[in-house]
């Protein structure tokens, strides 16, 4: 069963998969085309997820993961975190 964390991760793989940085929508869009049969038999995530991916966005924010938001409208990998780190959860 699909959890928060496993979200993040696949924010993160999306971003990789676009030269480090993606738009809200292109990590939608990799999420449900990659893992749709996950998402749907994951419970009450599967009603959630869409909400649920975006405070992970904030949590790897915090982590250094991801850039702190700025007015870009790309979520991106900041400078400390290297692309071929493994998933963080």
């Known amino acids: 069963m ?12 999306c971003i990789k998969q676009n030269d480090g940085k993606a738009t809200v929508l292109e990590v939608s869009k990799y999420i449900w085309s990659n893992y749709e049969k996950e998402l749907r038999s994951s419970g009450d995530l599967f009603y959630t997820w ?15 993961i991801l850039k702190k938001h700025d007015k870009s409208r790309y979520w991106e990998l900041s400078e400390t975190y290297f692309p071929n780190d493994n998933l963080i959860c």
């Open 50 to 64: 869409q909400y649920v991916y975006r405070w992970q966005a904030t949590e790897l924010r915090n982590k250094g």
């Open 2 to 13: 699909l959890t928060k964390h496993d979200l993040s991760n696949f924010i993160i793989e």
